[in-house]
């Protein structure tokens, strides 16, 4: 195709071109500020690094670039240009598309814009195409130049081929080769957006619904959160490495007076820790990898404990020792050494890359660092969520949704008993305690009654995986790993069928499911997002019942994730009026903040308002958002209403 692309220095020029549009595609070109020229992704880090240029485009073939900050030829002038930029990210009449919107949004948000729906992301439409018979396109295959090559059978020249080891500042920005790929961004942004949703409307236009309203706005919020960062406290986090290099120290000792002079590594699972235990103390092989050796990991642990109790005491220290230092080891690895690696020299903050389609049921993931998965309080010595602090005068607010995996599979199977107790503002794990148990649901929930602890445990590990296709050995290995209860295989299957017997509703949505997605070969969400599953047809009884699972659990986790991001976009919305109200943190069901003091029972009030309105006309359960508040992440208590 032939490209018509020209350098603008004028707003009215600008106006000129987009006209009377109502798709506009659009793209920053950025450099680092002086101080950071030799840092390597200096560019990318809006602390760091400066717009130099902005391209849009209302036609394909054709593009505008307009020079902000070159150092070599004419710029459009910077209050001019920005004041007009204010105005079209927040125009709600024009379709802003652009790839990858949660850079724009981030770069943006530094000068004080927060972009506004309607938003068309292309990345996120790529994540959202199909790139065979069943798999969607990953993220590393969604780059701008792979699906021009891909798609448009367009190649287009690298920015290293383009600046020559040279900042894009530095760049003429008058030259033809710089309008050239400065423009290009937003032409092939358009003309992916016309592809895409061109595929969607015809194989699939639910996706096209979930990019424009859920995916895209979402991206924006994701840049916003990345901006803004997570503030922490550094002198808290070098004493607390000090702490644990000290306590490693001890229990290297402690398990060196037991084995000598083994060598155990950095966690205990070393080729010679592993022959010393299997082959010089001749202890069972209790359990196995994946390629058939012996195993060592934490269950492994576990198990060759209780192994030594019975059979070999004068070993039995040895493995609480070893899980101590792994412990310890992973909480100054990940969340010490970790986190310090990734705290910004500019702001002091940690500024994670957060994802909203990573993963298959449309729940999003961390990286650099993963500040998704810090430790509970009840399995974290050192405090790690105490790292996570609020400015001063400033409070960390977080609105989590109450149970709503439960709450959607309770609105999926229809059953009465469940529907029931959401509807009343009851207790589930109660109603299910009851369930199981043939206890009065006033007894199951009577804290004084005996027995009361152990069956309310049993009660909410049956409850998170209830919908997901429980067996009697994943209970009773969950229950004993991960809640402490020792439950024999024929108890856990007397529990499994009083819950079915009890949720009359819940087997019968659940092989409704199943066959109905061995049928079609996926699984979806209300909203209609699509999880293939080939496999579900499968005569290997491992992958097929994978499948299953896999069926059951996408429209209820992933239903979940949709309604987490309605309310993400509601959120979006109110920003404007709201400068002071910072998104930080994005944690399964939870969104976190920072805000002032004196803002608290605002934002409350706000982001509740967001969270709690109802997610779409057929969902009939009422949805909660309990919040949380403190100075620091640790240290954070639930607001009572």
Request: charged share 25%; glycine share 6%.
């Amino acid at each position: 195709m032939n490209t018509n692309y020209q350098c603008v220095t004028k707003v009215a020029d600008i106006i000129d071109y987009i006209g009377g549009s109502s798709l506009v595609a659009f793209d920053f070109e950025t450099a680092p500020d002086e101080g950071y020229r030799q840092d390597e992704k200096a560019a990318l880090d809006p602390a760091k690094a400066h717009i130099v240029g902005c391209s849009f485009s209302v036609e394909q073939g054709t593009g505008i670039y307009v020079p902000v900050a070159h150092k070599v030829g004419s710029n459009a002038c910077v209050s001019e240009f920005y004041a007009f930029l204010a105005e079209f990210l927040t125009d709600a009449s024009i379709t802003k598309i652009a790839h990858n919107i949660a850079f724009e949004a981030n770069m943006a948000y530094a000068r004080g814009i927060v972009i506004q729906p309607p938003v068309y992301d292309t990345i996120c439409a790529a994540q959202m195409t199909l790139k065979n018979d069943y798999e969607f396109r990953k993220l590393h295959e969604c780059g701008l130049k792979h699906l021009a090559q891909e798609l448009l059978g367009e190649p287009l020249p690298t920015f290293a081929s383009v600046t020559a080891g040279r900042h894009f500042d530095e760049l003429s920005a008058q030259d033809v080769e710089t309008v050239r790929y400065g423009a290009a961004d937003s032409d092939f942004a358009l003309r992916l957006y016309f592809l895409f949703n061109e595929w969607f409307d015809r194989y699939l236009p639910k996706h096209r619904y979930i990019v424009e309203n859920l995916e895209s706005p979402t991206a924006v919020y994701l840049g916003i959160m990345k901006n803004n960062g997570i503030p922490v406290d550094l002198p808290l986090m070098l004493e607390r490495k000090t702490e644990a290099e000290a306590e490693m120290a001890w229990l290297r000792e402690e398990i060196q007076d037991i084995i000598g002079e083994v060598n155990i590594g950095a966690n205990c699972s070393t080729k010679a820790f592993k022959e010393y235990l299997y082959k010089e103390q001749g202890l069972p092989v209790l359990k196995t990898t994946g390629t058939n050796r012996e195993a060592a990991d934490d269950m492994t642990m576990i198990l060759l404990k209780e192994w030594c109790d019975k059979n070999r005491p004068e070993l039995s220290r040895l493995f609480t020792l070893v899980q101590e230092y792994r412990k310890w080891g992973k909480l100054k690895s990940t969340y010490i050494d970790g986190y310090m690696k990734y705290v910004n020299s500019v702001t002091g903050r940690i500024h994670p890359d957060i994802f909203a389609l990573s993963t298959d049921t449309g729940r999003m993931n961390c990286q650099r660092p993963n500040c998704q998965n810090c430790p509970r309080k009840t399995n974290d010595p050192i405090g790690v969520r105490n790292f996570i602090k609020a400015p001063n005068g400033h409070l960390i607010l977080s609105l989590d949704f109450s149970q709503i995996e439960l709450r959607v599979g309770a609105f999926y199977c229809r059953d009465e008993r469940m529907l029931d107790t959401y509807r009343k503002g009851g207790d589930i794990h109660a109603a299910t305690t009851s369930v199981i148990f043939g206890v009065t649901y006033e007894e199951a929930k009577d804290k004084h009654r005996e027995g009361y602890k152990e069956q309310r445990t049993i009660a909410k590990n049956c409850n998170f995986g209830t919908f997901y296709g429980l067996f009697p050995k994943g209970l009773q290995q969950t229950l004993k790993f991960k809640a402490g209860v020792d439950k024999s295989y024929d108890e856990c299957e007397a529990i499994i069928r009083n819950l079915k017997t009890g949720y009359k509703g819940l087997s019968v949505w659940q092989e409704e499911t199943k066959v109905q997605a061995a049928r079609r070969l996926y699984s979806e969400t209300w909203l209609g997002r699509r999880r293939y599953l080939p496999n579900i047809r499968s005569d290997n009884w491992g992958m097929k019942s994978f499948a299953e699972r896999c069926a059951l659990n996408t429209p209820i986790q992933g239903t979940a994730a949709d309604i987490l991001k309605l309310a993400i976009v509601r959120i979006l919305r109110g920003l404007p009026e709201r400068p002071w109200l910072r998104p930080i943190l994005q944690i399964h069901d939870e969104l976190t903040f920072i805000v002032p003091a004196e803002k608290l029972d605002e934002s409350v009030a706000f982001i509740r308002g967001c969270m709690e309105e109802k997610p779409f006309p057929e969902f009939d359960l009422p949805l909660i958002a309990e919040a949380s508040v403190g100075q620091t992440f640790g240290t954070m208590e639930e607001i009572d209403d």
